[in-house]
């Protein structure tokens, strides 16, 4: 496969692509080589400005559900086209193996453009209550900044369902893996959208983050990322009381209780604590036994790992990529590095580099882990899992809820219903109960530190309405 380069020196603002008021590029590196493949601008709060003023020009609170329908229809036929091209680009710039970004990270934003589409043809904008009439209408400019690990993804679960509420955006992209962004911008160019419904301005997060957080005339931030710049972005948003949904860290448990297919659990599990190379926020990175099977399992997993190929992204049988950046390669390690000294017992891998060129870490099992821990309480956002046994279930259930986060997880029970029994006291957005497959247009976020709103379908739509209720004379 030809790694694609990118060259782009302009923003794209009020319907044009317009010269950056903001100085100089930012280089965009292929992690697997770490060779510059793209440029994009480095704009600054003036072209923020610009943009927001180009978003509240646009922003018309009367435009009808058939046009917002039409619009996220051509939206939705414009990226069907460029698939390919956004799936070399994300391999391209944040080395996802090439089965993943031509399945998890093309199809799967794909699958939720089309969720929103659909909710769109049943949702009711209208609602008598009493003698009240309950309308639903756009809730206005959207500030959207989104992370690199998905980047097409978490763009789509913001923008799609702004257009979808008539909601004009600007949206600021990661720097590691802005390419496919501008690629996806450039879909919506061709879609025909009005000018101003969105608007894309690169640049330092401390610069064009914050801009549009702290800036009075947008409404509404929807931000995915760290959970510590998500409190920076709460804070700055707040001056202005705007609205936020927040999306952010996780440190998910897959509690495998006793009775249940242990070697159907220990295989997904690894799968999904491994999957785009660890760098996902609802990855399962906490693997909790049965004490008594726990010997059993650890076989199990070494099994499972085995099977996981860390090499070029490109090549269809890589299962592991690079890390996206040489800042997480080096957090990662670090996180490995301080588990050793902290006493959990390294099953698979290490924080050894296992290429000369590329931010490449060996898929990394730690066993016995203290569920205190740093290892145990913090997000590594690698390919590392962390393997803890617990005694009964009331202990499972302590180790699972005692993190700060809670965004995703999973329960293996003999049954259903005993799975669904526990998982109701567990602390967390979302749950796969046996196995359950994921839902593109289910609710998607966290509870805890690990976020603020829900994203996806039905209820990620609702975050893009206002409600507003008119009392009428009579009950009718």
């Known amino acids: 496969m030809t790694v694609p380069t990118f060259e782009h020196d302009r923003l794209f603002i009020d319907g044009r692509w317009t010269t950056p008021a903001g100085n100089g590029f930012i280089e965009v590196v292929d992690p697997a080589t770490e060779a510059v493949i793209g440029h994009v601008p480095n704009g600054d709060a003036a072209d923020v400005d610009t943009a927001v003023a180009a978003a509240r020009q646009a922003f018309d609170p009367l435009v009808t559900v058939a046009e917002r329908r039409d619009r996220v229809q051509r939206v939705i036929a414009a990226m069907e086209k460029r698939l390919p091209e956004f799936a070399d680009l994300i391999t391209a710039e944040m080395g996802a193996p090439v089965r993943i970004s031509q399945t998890v990270q093309t199809q799967v934003p794909l699958a939720v453009a089309k969720g929103f589409a659909d909710v769109l043809e049943t949702f009711e904008f209208e609602e008598r209550i009493g003698n009240s009439l309950v309308l639903r209408e756009p809730y206005g400019v959207v500030g959207a900044i989104t992370p690199w690990n998905y980047p097409l993804y978490q763009v789509v679960a913001k923008v799609l369902p702004a257009i979808a509420a008539g909601c004009p955006v600007i949206l600021k992209p990661s720097n590691e893996a ?12 061709e879609a025909g959208l009005p000018p101003g419904t969105i608007n894309l301005v690169s640049g330092p997060g401390r610069v064009i983050g914050e801009r549009l957080a702290s800036h009075p005339d947008v409404d509404f931030i929807s931000f995915t990322g760290s959970t510590g710049v998500g409190a920076r972005v709460g804070e700055l948003a707040g ?34 604590a491994f999957l785009n190379g660890g760098q996902t926020c609802m990855a399962w990175t906490r693997m909790l036994v049965p004490q008594n099977r726990y010997g059993e399992a650890l076989d199990l997993i070494e099994s499972a790992v085995s099977r996981y190929t860390v090499g070029d992204p490109r090549d269809p049988a890589t299962r592991i990529g690079p890390s996206a950046s040489r800042s997480q390669f080096d957090t990662v390690r670090g996180f490995i590095e301080r588990a050793q000294r902290d006493g959990a017992r390294l099953l698979i891998g290490g924080a050894d580099p296992i290429r000369d060129v590329g931010y490449f870490v060996a898929p990394t099992v730690f066993a016995d882990v203290d569920p205190e821990s740093e290892l145990g309480q913090e997000e590594v956002f690698g390919p ?34 005993d799975a669904i029994a526990f998982a109701r006291q567990v602390q967390t957005g979302q749950l796969d109960i046996n ?27 609702e975050e893009y309405l206002q409600t507003k209720s008119l009392q009428l004379k009579e009950h009718a």
């Open 384 to 417: 590392v899992l962390a393997v803890t046994p617990f005694t009964d279930s009331d202990d499972a259930l302590r180790i699972a809820n005692g993190t700060p986060y809670g965004l995703s997880g999973a329960v293996w029970a003999a049954t259903d219903d």
């Open 178 to 189: 802005p390419l496919s962004v501008f690629a996806f911008v450039e879909a919506c160019e």
């Open 435 to 461: 196995g359950g497959a994921y839902n593109p247009t289910a609710p998607f976020g966290g509870y805890k530190k690990s976020g603020i709103g829900r994203e996806l379908g039905r209820f990620g739509f």
């Open 239 to 272: 001056q202005s009381i705007k609205k936020v949904a927040l999306e952010l860290g996780g440190k998910s448990a897959n509690v495998i209780l006793d009775g249940a297919d242990l070697a159907t659990a220990v295989k997904v599990g690894v799968g999904n």
